[in-house]
């Protein structure tokens, strides 16, 4: 199975590869829309800035090719966020596959709670076949100052401050708020989960 993760100058991108290794996918890191297209999956990782990120997608046209793609996707973290309409860092309009907003944790009602968000947290109500056999004891690992809202395509959700969406599924795109490839052996569940769609 090939799986094209897509390069945009995001951090984070090594300990995904490596992952996918770990699980016997043959994974490479390109932006090259032709080798994205003919990929058997995508995954869309990411650490870093929503609007950089969306000028980097826009300079290789991914901004267009993404939302045409039909083979299954997975956005992880900034990932995640690019997938929505528009989110709240640096007033960015994003691509619009879940059409939702994202949103600062904003902590000063909140004393005790720290931003970026991070750490682990469980996963709740989970709603998918990317999730099979995991359940509500299931924790992932969290680095984030921004979330995506609940909404009719959130899958599984998680607390902190209030309720996000830790997990979407749109069609065949899938995204997860953690980072699933420092989530231990619940992140590699997920991940398998996803190369066996």
């Known amino acids: 199975m090939k799986v094209a993760v ?8 090594q300990s995904v590869l490596y992952a996918l290794e770990r699980l016997g996918a043959e994974a490479l890191l390109t932006d090259d829309p032709e080798l994205i297209s003919k990929a058997d999956r995508v995954i869309f990782p990411g650490q ?3 609007s950089t990120a ?11 090719l993404i939302p045409e793609l039909k083979q299954p996707f997975f956005g992880v973290c ?3 966020q690019l997938l929505c309409a528009y989110s709240e860092e640096n007033d960015t309009e994003c691509l619009g596959i879940f059409p939702i907003q994202v ?11 720290k931003v970026p968000h991070v750490g682990w947290n469980n996963l709740q109500e989970l709603n998918s076949p990317l999730l099979k056999g995991l359940d509500d004891s299931a924790y992932v690992y969290y680095v984030h100052s921004y979330y995506a809202e609940l909404s009719e395509f959130t899958i599984a959700r998680t607390h902190y401050i209030s309720d ?7 069609n065949n795109f899938f995204a997860v708020q953690a980072h699933p ?3 231990g052996p619940t992140g ?3 991940l398998n989960n996803f190369l066996s769609l």
Do not use: C, T, W
């Open 54 to 64: 969306m000028d980097y997608l826009k300079s290789k046209n991914l901004d267009k």
């Open 181 to 183: 490839e420092k989530s």
């Open 188 to 190: 590699q569940k997920i």
């Open 6 to 13: 897509i390069k945009y100058n995001s951090g984070n991108v």
């Open 48 to 50: 870093g800035e929503a």
């Open 78 to 80: 900034l990932g995640l």
């Open 103 to 113: 949103k600062k944790f904003i902590p000063e009602d909140y004393r005790e709670f």
């Open 164 to 170: 996000f969406s830790a997990l979407l599924h749109r």
